[in-house]
């Protein structure tokens, strides 16, 4: 029993993992920018079909295409940000309705652009490694899941030292104050635009990093969507350490449930998760109330 116990506890570490980097994008723009990008999950989609054709086409392995993608999904964030979020966002008053309703469209020009592109069919990222495992006291440990969390642990780590740059302390500031930071000379503008392009770059990160281990389908980016959202929530808006908290308690929390009830409920773990912490605290565990303009 207690094999069983530790195998399911890593498990949950590693499917964790990848929800709070995932979450951690999303939790960035929402902290600096006040806005709910809805296409969040679908940018992680992109970048991972962009790999899978990396892979197919060129054999190019998935960590090493990320050298064209991150710098890739980083344009395109600043791009849409600039183009379209920005505009559309002009009234405060209004910018949370009008972010979900532009992101919510985007996400839909995704989503069926991949099935235009790749059409709907279901398919994986085969590597060389991908069944390579390992066995320790009984525990069965799958290499492409262990690089998985290596990745995730590197990334972020370099949100950690990334946060102590110039640019880092300045999305520190407009999270914690924006208007205080734009009156301290804060670039407000320029800094959202870069916060969206970090923001969309680790979404194709986590994107990739979910499809070596998942059947990848267009629909996808809405499920992980959720689950970015659910982590984001329970974690607290706009807490970083809140989101890598909540992506190891989901992660833990489908694997308990896989193995106990049945894979097919994995996915209302998330739903109910989710209504659960906004009954009994909306500002989630390491979260603080955010006072948006009404």
């Not at 949370?96 to 995704?110: D, E, F, K, R």
């Not at 069919?121 to 009984?138: A, C, E, K, Q, T």
């Not at 992980?224 to 989101?243: E, H, Q, R, W």
């Amino acid at each position: 029993m207690m094999t069983t116990l530790l195998q399911l506890a890593l498990n949950g570490v590693l499917e964790g993992a990848v929800y709070g980097l995932l979450a951690l994008g999303l939790t960035l723009v929402f902290g600096v920018m006040r806005i709910m990008n809805i296409s969040h999950g679908d940018f992680g989609i992109f970048g991972a079909y962009i790999s899978y054709w990396f892979l197919v086409k060129f054999g190019v392995d998935p960590f090493i295409s990320l050298t064209i993608i991150v710098p890739l999904l980083f344009l395109l964030g600043l791009l849409v940000q600039r183009v379209l979020i920005s505009p559309a966002i002009s009234d405060p008053s209004l910018q949370v309705q009008a972010s979900v309703m532009i992101t919510w469209g985007l996400a839909l020009l995704i989503s069926n652009g991949e099935i235009i592109l790749w059409s709907p069919d279901y398919r994986s990222i085969i590597v060389p490694y991908s069944y390579v495992s390992f066995y320790l006291s009984g525990i069965v440990i799958n290499l492409p899941r262990v690089l998985v969390l290596l990745s995730a642990v590197l990334i972020t780590g370099f949100y950690v030292l990334f946060l102590r740059t110039k640019v880092g302390k300045a999305i520190s500031a407009c999270t914690q104050d924006r208007e205080a930071a734009v009156l301290m000379g804060v670039n407000f503008n320029k800094l959202a635009g870069i916060t969206f392009g970090i923001s969309t770059a680790t979404a194709a990160i986590s994107g990739m990093l979910f499809a070596l281990t998942h059947t990848l389908y267009p629909a996808l980016g809405f499920q992980l969507n959720l689950k970015a959202l659910t982590v984001m929530v329970f974690g607290g808006i706009g807490s970083m350490s809140g989101a890598l908290i909540g992506g190891l308690v989901l992660g833990m929390a489908e694997s308990i449930v896989s193995f106990f009830i049945g894979a097919t409920y994995k996915d209302l773990v998330s739903f109910l998760l989710l209504v659960a912490i906004l009954l009994t605290k909306p500002t989630g565990i390491r979260g603080k109330e955010f006072f948006l303009p009404r």
